[in-house]
């Protein structure tokens, strides 16, 4: 059996033929476990209250590739981030602004430091309950705003021209 390398996150896991993303770049199997973990939130509203969360931090961590949408994605996923973590924005107030961001054009490729696997979904996807599940989102997703962190200049900087 082979084994596959998500070489957004550094998931590693048995191979797969299942289908990946359009843009994003996950691994299949990194993206079959993130589809089992969005279930969960869909079906049970406890663990739904993560949902915002872990879709910006999830696609912030695997926007990595050069297409448009997978460079518009990071901006705005990242933005989100800084919106929950360092300025206390709330929920709907995010989901407006990334609205509005993604109406912008200018969105450059920005580089990726390679993953070391510390950082993945298969820590959320191991959340016994909706409070475990909670904390493991917080978790990663301070983690993946840490990991861009050297973008950080950039991203403030769209957020306030968002904002004008
Ligand atoms: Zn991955």
């Known amino acids: 059996m082979s084994i596959s390398i998500c070489p957004a996150c550094g998931f590693s896991a048995p191979d797969t033929d299942d289908p990946t ?3 994003m770049s996950p691994s299949a199997a990194c993206w079959a ?3 089992e973990v969005l279930a969960r939130e869909f079906s049970d509203a406890d663990y739904y209250r993560s949902h915002r969360l872990l879709t910006d931090a999830y ?3 695997h926007s990595i590739g050069p297409d448009r949408r997978a460079r518009q994605s990071i901006h705005i996923h990242l933005a989100g981030l800084i919106l929950h973590y360092h300025d206390g924005v709330s929920g709907p107030e995010i989901v407006r602004f990334l609205k509005t961001a993604a109406r912008r054009s200018d969105f450059p490729r920005i ?3 390679a993953p070391d696997g510390s950082v993945t ?6 959340a016994g309950n909706a409070d475990e599940h909670a904390s493991a989102v917080d978790a990663y997703a301070s983690k993946v ?3 861009w962190e050297h973008e950080h ?3 403030r ?5 968002v904002m004008q």
């Open 21 to 23: 993303h359009a843009y």
């Open 145 to 147: 705003l840490a990991f």
């Open 33 to 35: 476990m993130y589809g």
């Open 157 to 161: 900087a769209l957020i306030e021209k």
């Open 59 to 61: 696609c912030a961590q």
């Open 111 to 113: 580089s990726a430091p």
């Open 121 to 126: 979904i298969e820590q959320i996807y191991a």
């Open 153 to 155: 200049p950039r991203i």
